[in-house]
């Protein structure tokens, strides 16, 4: 097992729905080797669970930070370090 693989949950919030936020975070997370889900929540925010190794899922991080579409604009965003890992694909969950 890669010691190097962390897990994240981060939630986005601001405008990210509706943007092309999700599409957009599969394409960053394809790049960069990540794998997960991303999924728009009922309060308007969206929830990303990404795993990957630290120095890519420090990237991918920072780019959802700095928002993936130049249409949405993060204004918060939560990310709690969890031991879960996800293993293969980046995909949408409804």
């Given at each position: 097992?890669?010691?190097?693989?962390?897990?994240?949950?981060?939630?986005?919030?601001?405008?990210?729905?509706?943007?092309?936020?999700?599409?957009?975070?599969?394409?960053l997370a394809e790049s960069l080797n990540i794998?997960?889900?991303?999924?728009?929540?009922?309060?308007?925010?969206?929830?990303?669970?990404?795993?990957?190794?630290?120095?890519?899922?420090?990237?991918?991080?920072?780019?959802?930070?700095?928002?993936?579409?130049?249409?949405?604009?993060?204004?918060?965003?939560?990310?709690?370090?969890?031991?879960?890992?996800?293993?293969?694909?980046?995909?949408?969950?409804?």
């Amino acid at each position: 097992m890669n010691d190097k693989i962390q897990t994240v949950k981060m939630n986005a919030s601001g405008r990210v729905q509706g943007v092309g936020f999700r599409w957009s975070t599969i394409q960053l997370a394809e790049s960069l080797n990540i794998s997960g889900w991303v999924k728009n929540e009922i309060d308007g925010s969206v929830s990303i669970l990404a795993s990957g190794e630290s120095e890519n899922l420090a990237q991918f991080i920072q780019k959802i930070k700095n928002s993936p579409t130049p249409f949405a604009k993060v204004k918060s965003l939560q990310v709690n370090y969890i031991a879960k890992r996800v293993n293969k694909g980046f995909n949408v969950k409804y």
